[in-house]
């Protein structure tokens, strides 16, 4: 929850135009991300007030909103009311009646009416401009929503332009809710569950092969939960609404069993059960990557109390997530690491497969 630097009280979300603000009923302060304050004022004004508040000559003075980090005293214009900058989370905070101070966005220039071919083609040359502003995928950009702080703050991807949906995503919210009540339920004798129902490579085949299944409900702690639930719903969606129903329980079917079985080829005689759905789940994400290479993912960069937003295509982080499974696949063929980075490069190796085959 956001609070007021004055008076401490809860801040409101409040629509603004072109996005949202975070005000103080109280007080009559807000809180403005700077990518809603570069929609609603003038761009010059913001980029100077940005620049001078990082280079760090700027006195600090009250705490952040959001994240508790001193801010930075900056004037507007050089010469009007101070407000605060946050240099962390990109965070502006404005008293009573300094928001005013700002320069509005200034009204197009009126321009003379144009024979109707000269419109046509501009209107071609527009559409054509937008759709390349569109397809631009890479920068530094903060999203608009303040959920999305805490997934990224724990090191996971965010979405910037959710899709619309065609229908719900019935199954993956089925399918995770089965999942975190199977995995919850064996929390409370955790041991006793990984050991009967865990699959173990040596015991592949025991309970009728049942364990491929249960081990793909199964996880090991709260985290390892939230993170494979978290991947299963930003990206599962749009796979499911994309290729429909049974097919999506194919994908994931047949990557949580690929998955298990790459891991079982390491070291066929282990007795060490192996749990969790990241298996399936890598061939949902394979699929999505290929699918939607240019879908803006972001991540938040973290430096001790440094923050940067860095936004890249699907394609760019797929490249970089295939990096770093290759490099756990050396560590867990080394002995390394117990985490099986082999079931993730199974599971995705049927993602591949799976899209190439619907593509042809």
């Known amino acids: 929850m956001f609070t007021c630097p004055n008076d401490h009280e809860a801040l409101t979300r409040t629509p603004v135009h072109h996005g949202v603000v975070w005000a103080c009923a109280s007080c009559g302060g807000r809180a403005v991300g700077m990518g809603v304050l570069r929609r609603n004022a003038a761009g010059e004004q913001v980029t ?85 502003r569109a397809n631009r995928s890479w920068g530094t950009e903060a999203p608009d929503e303040y959920w999305k702080y805490l997934p990224a703050f724990l090191g996971m991807p965010v979405e910037y332009d959710q899709s619309a949906l065609a229908r719900a995503p019935v199954l993956t919210w089925t399918l995770v809710a089965f999942i975190v009540a199977f995995s919850i339920r064996a929390f409370f004798n955790l041991g006793v569950a990984v050991r009967e129902f865990g699959l173990i490579p040596a015991q592949a ?40 129903g049974w097919r999506y329980l194919l994908l994931i079917a047949g990557a949580a069993l690929v998955g298990d079985l790459a891991h079982i080829a390491l070291d066929p005689r282990s007795d060490i059960p192996v749990i969790g759905a990241s298996g399936g789940i890598s061939g949902v994400l394979a699929y999505y990557i290929l699918t939607f290479p240019k879908a803006r993912l972001g991540f938040l960069m973290r430096y001790f109390f440094y923050f940067q937003w860095i936004r890249l295509p699907a ?35 049927v993602g591949v497969v799976f899209w190439w085959a619907r593509r042809n």
């Not at 199964?218 to 299963?232: D, E, Q």
């Not at 394609?315 to 002995?335: D, H, N, T």
């Open 48 to 132: 100077d007030l940005w620049t001078r508040a990082r280079d760090g000559g700027a006195p600090r003075g009250r705490a952040c909103p959001v994240c508790d980090q001193r801010m930075s005293l900056v004037s507007l214009n050089g010469t009007g009311p101070a407000v605060d900058v946050c240099r962390a989370c990109h965070f502006v905070w404005f008293d009573p009646q300094e928001f005013e101070h700002l320069r509005p966005l200034p009204p197009p220039a009126p321009e003379p009416p144009l024979p109707e071919h000269a419109s046509e083609i501009l209107a071609a040359a527009a559409n054509e401009a937008i759709k390349d």
């Open 205 to 244: 085949m025991r309970a009728g092969g049942l364990t491929f299944v249960t081990s793909f409900l199964l996880h090991g702690s709260l985290l390892h939960l939230i993170g494979n639930m978290y991947f299963l719903v930003v990206f599962g969606d749009n796979v499911e609404d994309y290729v429909g």
């Open 315 to 349: 394609y760019g982080w797929g490249l970089i997530w295939i990096a770093f499974q290759l490099l756990g696949a050396y560590l867990q063929v080394r002995g390394a690491s117990n985490v099986s980075a082999l079931a993730h490069l199974g599971g995705a190796a």
